[in-house]
């Protein structure tokens, strides 16, 4: 699809990354592959050899993950999927960590690389059309457009753009229920097909969530390109439309404008993240409960959860990590 422009009117030069040890690789690319067995092997051993942690996903539809390291093996992986023709046009996006985020490296092989549970969606060949982050502000500006937050609850809940509507979700697998619901309730009424613009943190969930909502009909849909993460990296927070911070799926839990590391934990329990006013709750107990899940737990759970954050404080004491310590 075509890029579709406005007014580049809120673009400023990429900021400067933090000033972190740690480079932080976020990759996609949406691309039939085959061999997937193949690529999975040789894959997992190159990242082995370049001392990477984190979760690279193969599936017949593309290529999807999150790795971190020292700068010089984090540009040699870039540069070795670049050198293969299937992913010569792969997106990345670098961001920095104080410390190793992951504790190991996993290359799985999925049915998905980004799970919707929806046969036949082409995300390579019927997805909507990207928007630079720098003509993002311009689009959802526009009283015709309808902006849909893709991600899930749990990660709108500390931020979202100004404006944007919520689906409430639990995973990205409920997303085509959400949006078959509120297309015929919302959708239908305007008397004109309405642009649809979508987002998400990185621009893969977004991108195949168009590519459904092409398939119900739907012809001027937009994405994000690069997602949340690009346009906090490129657009000045005094011109930004986000509001709050951007959930990430490792342990810096969340991060802000120029991609700066927020101050958020995560709860074990139901995966929310916790700022300080929750963490000083009388109801947060590290790796057990927190005010979003404390009345929802049983003991029994509770009792599950004691026994894994005890391990987990017992491996840290060793100067270990313990897999339950995972995000």
Known sequence: MGMYLFPSAFYSAPMPLPNLPIKVAALYHFVALDNVPQRQEALQAFCREANLRGTILLASEGINGTVAGSDVDIDALVTHLRGQAEFAQIDVKFSRAAAMPFLRMKVRIKKEIVTMGVEGIDGAHEKGRYVEPADWNALIADP??????????????????????????KSFREFPAWFDAFAAEKLGQTGKPPKIAMFCTGGIRCEKATAYVRAKGFDQVYHLKGGILRYLETVAAEQSQWQGDCFLFDQRVAVGHGLVPGDYDQCHACRMPLNADDRASPLYEPGI???????SRDEEQRARYRARQHQMELAAQRGEHHLGDAV
């Open 144 to 169: 015709d457009t309808v902006v849909i937050d893709t991600r899930n609850d749990y990660e709108v809940a500390i931020g979202s753009f100004t404006g944007a509507v919520d689906p409430a979700t």
């Open 289 to 295: 409960a927190c005010p979003h899940c404390h009345d």
